[in-house]
């Protein structure tokens, strides 16, 4: 591995593909013996901690279609939260379902399960087939694994009934020192971000854009108002910015004052504290108070001017769920992700059907919008919300500490890169965003 990594730090890129590839390699994995280990706790007491292990595994053999990267580095998403905390159900149910599928989906149906859905890196081994990649190409990787076997997913391959999100529903993820994605998951890795950097956006900035942006999603146009929930969060820093780039104005909904400030770094105007104005849209665990609907609806209308939110970003679901209905304006979108807050959303619905609004239910984004998106932060006009960078070695601390919505924007997570910073191929891009760049960094990468 070290000679991989040398020659990957001395820019010999072409040296790669002609270097052994080690047979084993550090991951951060969850154990199949242990998916009972947190019966009987609430969400909360479940601790990432005791789940996540750095464990050598074996290499896989990159078939046909597939490549094996080195990962420079990589970061946190809330399903590795998910995936630890074995809810709503252990990941290992998806790897046996996928292995059932063919003899080289079986490949991932094994005891312990590499979790992470994003990385940067380069490619050191390509499968038979691969097209348009070759080893030493450095690159950043969408989460998206599709077969395209059937008919179904060739208009927006979301819609392959073998759709499957990679690191999460499939193994060999990215928090690890290597990794196996198909070559349909690559795209080039923006020059003028170091490796940790460009390891942040892919997984929530492909989300935020397929959700917001693409006509699969709300269609967002300029002068639009759109309600962000979680808007200095993993998901809620990337709408936000693409909001503001197409011209919309966003609506912050954040939890504190360092979080309020983060958006309006980002060029956010508009921005609700939700905890120093202490909405309590549930009265108990059965009834919501339509009282603290309009209330939170008056308080968006003193910050517009009036308006209400053409779109609202849905993803804490059955807690705000209901509210996110009530304010949308007559006509409007709620466009939904997720359900952080549970699953079983309950809403007025004469709101939705007397006011005419639409709720869209969206997932992750097809390879096109991951590339448009992607496309969007190497041009400089979105940038990355990295917060800190962490050693592999404390990935599952970074784990509980996004469990704990503890966090800011994005935590990295360095991989084979011995520290933060490196990767930069063009430094006059860079200087013209690095402003924007750091507006998220809480803490200096830690090696
Ligand atoms: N379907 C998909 O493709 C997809 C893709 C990415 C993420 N997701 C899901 O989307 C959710 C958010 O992901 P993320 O990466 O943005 O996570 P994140 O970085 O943890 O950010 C979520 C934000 O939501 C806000 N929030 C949490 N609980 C809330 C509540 N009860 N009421 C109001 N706001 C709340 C928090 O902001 P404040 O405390 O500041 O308000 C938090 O910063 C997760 O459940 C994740 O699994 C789905």
Not at 47 to 72: Q, Y
Not at 222 to 239: C, E, R
Request: charged residues 20%; contains cysteine.
């Amino acid at each position: 591995m070290q000679k991989i990594l040398d020659a990957i730090l001395a820019g010999e890129l072409g040296e790669v593909g002609h270097l052994p590839v080690p047979e084993f390699y550090r991951g951060v994995v969850l154990h199949a013996d242990e998916t009972t280990m947190f019966d009987g706790l609430a969400s909360r007491d479940k601790d990432p901690r005791r789940s996540l292990h750095l464990d050598e595994v074996a290499t896989p053999k990159p078939a046909a279609g597939e490549v094996l990267v080195a990962v420079m580095a990589s970061g946190i998403n809330h399903n590795t939260v998910w995936s630890s905390i074995f809810e709503p159900i252990p990941t290992f149910g998806f790897l046996s379902r996928y292995g059932r599928t063919s003899p080289q989906a079986a490949r991932h149906d094994l005891p312990y399960h590499v979790l992470g859905s994003d990385l940067s890196g380069v490619v050191l081994r390509c499968g038979a087939g691969v097209a348009g990649w070759s080893p030493g190409d450095e690159v950043v990787a969408h989460c998206l694994s599709v077969e395209l076997d059937r008919p179904d997913g060739h208009s927006d391959t979301m819609l392959d009934p073998e759709q499957r999100i990679w690191g999460f529903e499939t193994n060999f993820g990215g928090l690890a020192e290597l990794a196996l994605v198909k070559a349909n998951q690559l795209m080039p890795k923006p020059r003028h971000l170091t490796w940790e950097e460009a390891a942040a956006s892919g997984l929530v900035n492909s989300t935020a854009y397929r959700q917001l942006v693409s006509a699969n999603g709300a269609r967002v146009k300029q002068g639009d108002t759109v309600l962000i929930w979680g808007a200095s969060g993993g998901l809620g820093s990337y709408a936000t910015q693409l909001a503001l780039n197409g011209g919309a104005i966003p609506v912050c909904v954040v939890s504190s004052p360092q979080k309020a400030e983060a958006c309006r770094r980002m060029g956010a105007e508009l921005v609700i504290d939700r905890s120093a104005d202490g909405y309590r849209f549930w009265k108990d665990e059965q009834t919501q108070d339509p009282r603290e609907w309009r209330r939170f609806g008056a308080r968006i209308r003193e910050l517009t001017g009036g308006d209400d939110p053409d779109i609202v970003f849905e993803h804490p679901g059955r807690e705000t769920f209901g509210a996110s209905v009530y304010v949308a304006r007559r006509g409007g979108t709620i466009v939904t992700c997720a359900s952080t807050s549970g699953y079983q959303h309950a809403y007025d619905n004469r709101y939705l059907w007397m006011n005419l609004k639409r709720i869209i239910g969206t997932h992750f984004a097809n390879y096109r919008e991951a590339w448009e998106a992607n496309r969007l932060i190497a041009k400089g006009k979105i940038h990355p919300t990295l917060s800190e960078a962490v050693p592999l070695e404390r990935a599952a601390q970074a784990v509980y500490d996004v469990h704990h919505n503890l966090h800011q924007g994005k935590v990295g997570v360095l991989c084979l890169a011995p520290e933060g910073g490196l990767g930069v191929r063009d430094s006059t891009v860079r200087a013209r965003h690095v402003s924007a760049i750091n507006r998220f960094r809480t803490k200096p990468v830690s090696a």
